[in-house]
Protein backbone atom coordinates (compact mmCIF):
# COMPACT_ATOMS: atom_id res chain seq x y z
CA UNK A 1 0.00 0.00 0.00
CA UNK A 2 1.19 3.52 -1.04
CA UNK A 3 1.30 6.37 1.83
CA UNK A 4 -1.24 8.26 -0.12
CA UNK A 5 -3.94 4.30 -0.26
CA UNK A 6 -3.32 4.58 3.83
CA UNK A 7 -3.68 8.23 4.70
CA UNK A 8 -7.44 7.75 1.71
CA UNK A 9 -8.35 4.87 3.56
CA UNK A 10 -8.70 6.43 7.35
CA UNK A 11 -10.46 9.57 5.76
CA UNK A 12 -13.28 7.11 4.65
CA UNK A 13 -12.74 5.54 7.82
CA UNK A 14 -13.78 8.83 9.97
CA UNK A 15 -16.55 9.12 7.10
CA UNK A 16 -17.82 6.03 8.47
CA UNK A 17 -17.27 6.48 11.82
CA UNK A 18 -19.00 10.07 11.57
CA UNK A 19 -21.90 8.53 9.64
CA UNK A 20 -22.29 5.26 12.39
CA UNK A 21 -21.92 6.61 15.54
CA UNK A 22 -25.86 7.78 16.15
CA UNK A 23 -26.91 5.50 13.36
CA UNK A 24 -29.34 3.34 15.56
CA UNK A 25 -30.37 1.12 12.65
CA UNK A 26 -26.79 -0.50 11.76
CA UNK A 27 -27.46 -3.87 13.72
CA UNK A 28 -23.89 -4.79 13.68
CA UNK A 29 -22.73 -1.53 15.31
CA UNK A 30 -25.38 -1.32 18.20
CA UNK A 31 -24.48 -5.29 18.73
CA UNK A 32 -21.15 -4.23 19.32
CA UNK A 33 -21.71 -1.06 21.69
CA UNK A 34 -24.02 -3.46 23.81
CA UNK A 35 -21.58 -6.37 23.85
CA UNK A 36 -18.71 -3.87 24.88
CA UNK A 37 -20.71 -1.78 27.46
CA UNK A 38 -21.91 -5.43 29.07
CA UNK A 39 -18.43 -6.84 29.17
CA UNK A 40 -16.81 -3.72 30.42
CA UNK A 41 -19.56 -1.32 31.87
CA UNK A 42 -17.13 1.51 32.21
CA UNK A 43 -18.24 1.90 28.56
CA UNK A 44 -20.83 3.28 29.16
CA UNK A 45 -23.16 4.18 25.39
CA UNK A 46 -22.55 7.87 25.49
CA UNK A 47 -19.02 7.34 26.62
CA UNK A 48 -18.22 5.27 23.46
CA UNK A 49 -20.08 7.20 20.83
CA UNK A 50 -18.29 10.22 22.52
CA UNK A 51 -14.75 8.81 21.74
CA UNK A 52 -15.94 7.61 18.08
CA UNK A 53 -16.88 11.45 17.64
CA UNK A 54 -13.69 12.42 18.44
CA UNK A 55 -11.59 10.00 16.14
CA UNK A 56 -14.10 11.00 13.59
CA UNK A 57 -12.68 14.92 14.57
CA UNK A 58 -9.21 13.51 14.36
CA UNK A 59 -9.73 11.69 10.98
CA UNK A 60 -11.12 14.73 9.41
CA UNK A 61 -9.31 15.01 5.67
CA UNK A 62 -8.12 19.04 5.99
CA UNK A 63 -7.07 18.45 9.92
CA UNK A 64 -5.23 14.82 9.03
CA UNK A 65 -3.68 15.62 6.04
CA UNK A 66 -2.25 19.21 7.44
CA UNK A 67 -1.09 17.32 10.33
CA UNK A 68 0.71 14.23 7.81
CA UNK A 69 2.56 17.07 6.00
CA UNK A 70 4.38 18.16 8.75
CA UNK A 71 6.71 14.88 8.67
CA UNK A 72 8.52 12.60 6.27
CA UNK A 73 7.47 9.04 5.16
CA UNK A 74 10.00 7.08 3.66
CA UNK A 75 8.64 3.89 2.53
CA UNK A 76 10.48 0.99 3.44
CA UNK A 77 10.13 -2.84 4.75
CA UNK A 78 7.44 -2.80 7.26
CA UNK A 79 8.19 -3.59 10.82
CA UNK A 80 6.24 -5.76 13.26
CA UNK A 81 4.81 -3.49 15.54
CA UNK A 82 3.65 -5.19 19.25
CA UNK A 83 0.24 -2.88 20.96
CA UNK A 84 -0.34 -3.74 24.14
CA UNK A 85 -3.71 -1.63 25.25
CA UNK A 86 -5.08 -0.87 28.10
CA UNK A 87 -8.69 -0.38 27.45
CA UNK A 88 -9.22 2.41 30.65
CA UNK A 89 -11.24 4.58 27.83
CA UNK A 90 -12.98 2.97 25.04
CA UNK A 91 -10.60 3.01 21.93
CA UNK A 92 -7.67 5.11 23.89
CA UNK A 93 -5.02 2.65 21.69
CA UNK A 94 -6.41 4.46 18.72
CA UNK A 95 -3.39 6.56 18.12
CA UNK A 96 -1.55 4.03 18.19
CA UNK A 97 -3.59 2.10 15.91
CA UNK A 98 -3.44 4.90 13.66
CA UNK A 99 0.13 5.87 13.73
CA UNK A 100 1.38 2.13 13.25
CA UNK A 101 -0.68 1.51 10.27
CA UNK A 102 -0.16 5.00 8.39
CA UNK A 103 3.80 4.68 8.29
CA UNK A 104 3.31 1.16 6.63
CA UNK A 105 3.72 -1.25 9.44
CA UNK A 106 2.17 -4.31 10.37
CA UNK A 107 0.17 -4.12 13.83
CA UNK A 108 0.41 -6.63 16.15
CA UNK A 109 -2.33 -5.66 18.81
CA UNK A 110 -2.93 -7.59 22.25
CA UNK A 111 -6.00 -5.90 23.73
CA UNK A 112 -7.09 -5.93 27.16
CA UNK A 113 -9.95 -8.15 28.43
CA UNK A 114 -11.76 -4.49 29.07
CA UNK A 115 -11.36 -3.60 25.26
CA UNK A 116 -11.35 -6.24 23.06
CA UNK A 117 -14.73 -6.16 21.55
CA UNK A 118 -14.16 -2.24 20.62
CA UNK A 119 -10.73 -3.03 19.14
CA UNK A 120 -11.63 -6.02 17.33
CA UNK A 121 -14.77 -3.71 15.97
CA UNK A 122 -12.56 -0.89 15.12
CA UNK A 123 -9.88 -3.03 13.07
CA UNK A 124 -12.32 -4.76 10.94
CA UNK A 125 -14.73 -2.01 9.77
CA UNK A 126 -11.22 -0.68 8.86
CA UNK A 127 -10.47 -3.49 6.54
CA UNK A 128 -13.67 -3.56 5.48
CA UNK A 129 -12.96 0.08 3.98
CA UNK A 130 -9.82 -1.00 3.11
CA UNK A 131 -9.09 -4.66 2.59
CA UNK A 132 -5.46 -3.86 1.71
CA UNK A 133 -4.90 -3.22 5.24
CA UNK A 134 -5.91 -6.88 6.13
CA UNK A 135 -1.74 -8.38 6.03
CA UNK A 136 -0.60 -5.84 8.10
CA UNK A 137 -3.35 -6.05 11.50
CA UNK A 138 -3.23 -9.26 13.11
CA UNK A 139 -5.04 -9.70 16.86
CA UNK A 140 -3.52 -11.76 19.62
CA UNK A 141 -5.51 -12.88 22.42
CA UNK A 142 -2.56 -14.49 24.55
CA UNK A 143 1.26 -14.42 23.90
CA UNK A 144 2.40 -11.90 21.26
CA UNK A 145 4.70 -13.17 18.56
CA UNK A 146 8.07 -11.79 17.61
CA UNK A 147 8.19 -8.00 17.04
CA UNK A 148 10.31 -5.34 15.91
CA UNK A 149 9.17 -2.88 18.05
CA UNK A 150 6.29 -2.19 21.27
CA UNK A 151 4.11 0.33 22.12
CA UNK A 152 2.80 -0.89 25.88
CA UNK A 153 1.30 0.56 28.88
CA UNK A 154 2.73 -2.28 31.44
CA UNK A 155 6.22 -2.22 32.86
CA UNK A 156 7.87 -4.04 35.91
CA UNK A 157 11.56 -3.75 36.59
CA UNK A 158 11.95 -7.52 34.23
CA UNK A 159 9.87 -5.92 31.14
CA UNK A 160 12.18 -3.09 31.41
CA UNK A 161 15.30 -5.16 30.97
CA UNK A 162 13.76 -7.19 28.21
CA UNK A 163 12.54 -4.04 26.39
CA UNK A 164 16.24 -2.39 26.63
CA UNK A 165 16.91 -5.16 23.93
CA UNK A 166 14.03 -3.72 21.51
CA UNK A 167 12.88 -0.07 20.44
CA UNK A 168 9.80 0.50 22.65
CA UNK A 169 7.58 3.28 24.01
CA UNK A 170 5.71 2.75 27.43
CA UNK A 171 2.82 4.23 28.25
CA UNK A 172 3.04 6.14 31.51
CA UNK A 173 0.06 7.20 33.87
CA UNK A 174 -0.50 10.48 33.44
CA UNK A 175 -3.14 12.84 34.40
CA UNK A 176 -4.36 16.91 34.22
CA UNK A 177 -4.94 19.70 36.85
CA UNK A 178 -6.45 22.90 36.89
CA UNK A 179 -5.25 25.94 37.81
CA UNK A 180 -7.99 28.92 39.69
CA UNK A 181 -7.23 32.12 40.39
CA UNK A 182 -10.48 33.26 42.02
CA UNK A 183 -11.59 35.48 38.96
CA UNK A 184 -13.73 32.25 37.10
CA UNK A 185 -17.56 32.52 36.85
CA UNK A 186 -19.49 30.45 37.71
CA UNK A 187 -20.15 29.12 33.80
CA UNK A 188 -15.56 28.26 34.18
CA UNK A 189 -16.63 26.42 37.00
CA UNK A 190 -19.15 24.49 35.44
CA UNK A 191 -16.95 24.00 31.83
CA UNK A 192 -14.44 22.26 34.55
CA UNK A 193 -17.29 19.79 35.22
CA UNK A 194 -16.48 18.25 31.91
CA UNK A 195 -12.94 18.31 32.52
CA UNK A 196 -13.82 16.12 36.07
CA UNK A 197 -16.28 13.75 34.76
CA UNK A 198 -15.61 13.28 30.96
CA UNK A 199 -14.68 9.10 31.06
CA UNK A 200 -15.62 9.24 34.65
CA UNK A 201 -12.21 10.59 35.41
CA UNK A 202 -10.29 7.13 33.98
CA UNK A 203 -8.81 9.32 31.27
CA UNK A 204 -5.52 11.15 31.63
CA UNK A 205 -7.11 14.41 30.20
CA UNK A 206 -9.73 14.49 33.35
CA UNK A 207 -8.65 16.80 35.61
CA UNK A 208 -7.76 15.18 39.33
CA UNK A 209 -6.04 18.31 40.82
CA UNK A 210 -7.07 21.68 41.55
CA UNK A 211 -4.89 24.13 43.18
CA UNK A 212 -6.64 27.89 44.11
CA UNK A 213 -5.78 30.61 46.19
CA UNK A 214 -5.87 30.44 50.08
CA UNK A 215 -9.04 32.78 50.33
CA UNK A 216 -11.25 31.03 47.72
CA UNK A 217 -14.14 29.04 48.92
CA UNK A 218 -14.46 25.01 48.18
CA UNK A 219 -17.66 24.84 47.92
CA UNK A 220 -18.40 26.83 44.69
CA UNK A 221 -16.62 24.03 43.19
CA UNK A 222 -18.78 21.82 44.23
CA UNK A 223 -21.98 24.13 43.81
CA UNK A 224 -20.96 24.34 39.71
CA UNK A 225 -21.01 20.72 38.95
CA UNK A 226 -24.52 19.82 40.51
CA UNK A 227 -25.94 19.55 36.86
CA UNK A 228 -23.26 16.67 36.37
CA UNK A 229 -25.15 14.58 38.86
CA UNK A 230 -25.91 11.99 36.35
CA UNK A 231 -22.58 10.45 37.50
CA UNK A 232 -24.35 8.61 40.68
CA UNK A 233 -26.51 6.30 38.05
CA UNK A 234 -23.60 4.86 37.44
CA UNK A 235 -22.86 1.87 40.27
CA UNK A 236 -19.27 1.43 39.32
CA UNK A 237 -18.50 5.32 39.72
CA UNK A 238 -20.66 5.46 42.87
CA UNK A 239 -19.28 2.10 44.53
CA UNK A 240 -15.78 4.26 44.35
CA UNK A 241 -17.60 7.58 45.62
CA UNK A 242 -18.87 5.40 48.34
CA UNK A 243 -15.44 3.53 49.33
CA UNK A 244 -13.72 6.44 49.27
CA UNK A 245 -16.56 8.94 51.14
CA UNK A 246 -16.33 5.72 54.06
CA UNK A 247 -12.34 5.88 54.14
CA UNK A 248 -12.44 9.34 54.95
CA UNK A 249 -15.26 9.60 57.19
CA UNK A 250 -13.52 6.73 59.69
CA UNK A 251 -9.83 8.46 59.44
CA UNK A 252 -11.70 11.59 60.17
CA UNK A 253 -10.06 13.63 57.02
CA UNK A 254 -11.42 16.54 56.19
CA UNK A 255 -13.35 16.88 52.75
CA UNK A 256 -16.26 18.42 50.83
CA UNK A 257 -19.03 16.53 49.17
CA UNK A 258 -21.95 16.76 47.26
CA UNK A 259 -23.20 13.54 46.91
CA UNK A 260 -21.72 12.40 44.34
CA UNK A 261 -17.90 13.96 44.22
CA UNK A 262 -15.67 14.35 46.71
CA UNK A 263 -12.96 17.27 47.53
CA UNK A 264 -9.85 17.16 49.08
CA UNK A 265 -6.99 18.77 50.86
CA UNK A 266 -3.83 16.82 49.14
CA UNK A 267 -0.12 17.65 47.76
CA UNK A 268 -0.66 14.26 45.68
CA UNK A 269 -1.02 14.86 42.12
CA UNK A 270 -3.75 11.91 41.30
CA UNK A 271 -6.99 11.68 43.21
CA UNK A 272 -9.18 8.20 43.43
CA UNK A 273 -11.91 7.77 41.25
CA UNK A 274 -15.04 10.33 42.28
CA UNK A 275 -12.07 12.53 44.48
CA UNK A 276 -10.76 15.43 43.43
CA UNK A 277 -7.56 16.68 44.86
CA UNK A 278 -6.99 20.37 45.83
CA UNK A 279 -4.26 22.27 47.25
CA UNK A 280 -4.34 26.48 47.96
CA UNK A 281 -1.66 28.69 47.29
CA UNK A 282 -0.41 31.96 48.26
CA UNK A 283 1.39 32.71 45.05
CA UNK A 284 0.90 31.24 41.74
CA UNK A 285 4.28 31.60 40.31
CA UNK A 286 4.93 29.41 42.76
CA UNK A 287 2.06 26.62 41.33
CA UNK A 288 3.78 27.03 37.92
CA UNK A 289 7.09 26.10 39.34
CA UNK A 290 6.39 23.20 41.66
CA UNK A 291 4.06 21.67 38.58
CA UNK A 292 8.05 21.46 36.70
CA UNK A 293 8.47 18.57 38.88
CA UNK A 294 5.41 16.66 37.66
CA UNK A 295 5.99 17.90 33.81
CA UNK A 296 6.12 13.86 32.93
CA UNK A 297 2.97 13.22 34.83
CA UNK A 298 0.67 16.00 33.92
CA UNK A 299 -0.56 15.97 30.17
CA UNK A 300 -2.90 18.89 30.46
CA UNK A 301 -2.86 22.15 32.59
CA UNK A 302 -6.50 23.76 32.39
CA UNK A 303 -7.11 27.43 33.49
CA UNK A 304 -8.25 30.69 32.38
CA UNK A 305 -4.22 31.50 31.84
CA UNK A 306 -3.43 27.84 31.39
CA UNK A 307 -2.76 25.63 28.38
CA UNK A 308 -6.46 24.64 27.87
CA UNK A 309 -9.64 26.35 28.50
CA UNK A 310 -12.38 25.33 30.96
CA UNK A 311 -13.84 22.10 29.43
CA UNK A 312 -11.17 21.89 26.57
CA UNK A 313 -9.82 18.73 27.60
CA UNK A 314 -11.76 16.27 25.73
CA UNK A 315 -11.40 18.52 22.17
CA UNK A 316 -9.31 16.05 20.21
CA UNK A 317 -5.63 17.24 19.57
CA UNK A 318 -3.97 15.57 16.94
CA UNK A 319 -0.24 16.52 18.10
CA UNK A 320 -1.15 14.17 21.12
CA UNK A 321 0.34 11.98 17.89
CA UNK A 322 3.24 13.67 17.11
CA UNK A 323 5.76 11.66 19.39
CA UNK A 324 4.60 7.96 18.38
CA UNK A 325 4.45 9.02 14.82
CA UNK A 326 8.48 10.53 15.38
CA UNK A 327 9.10 6.83 16.75
CA UNK A 328 7.58 4.70 13.91
CA UNK A 329 8.75 6.99 11.32
CA UNK A 330 12.42 6.94 12.50
CA UNK A 331 12.44 3.24 13.18
Not at 85 to 102: A, N, V, Y
Not at 128 to 140: G, H, L, N, R
Not at 263 to 272: I, V
Not at 287 to 302: D, G, H, T
Request: charged share 25%.
Amino acid sequence: MTLEQRISAFISFGHYIQNVKNDEANADFVKALSRAEAKNPWFSQSTIRAALDEIAQILEEKTSRSWISRFYFEEKNARRIALVTEGKTPFDSFQDILCILLTGNILIVKPSDKDFILVSFLLSQLIAIEPEFAPFISIQDCVLPKFDAIITPFTNKSVELYLQKVPHIIRKEKTSVAILTGKETAADLKQLGNDIFYNFGLSPRNVSKIYMPETFDETKILDALEEYNSVSMHYKYMNNYEYNKSIYLVAQQKHFDNGFLILKEDKALKSPLAVVFYEKYSNINEVQKSLEQYRNEILYVVGTQAQVPFGATRTPRIEEYNSTLNFLINL
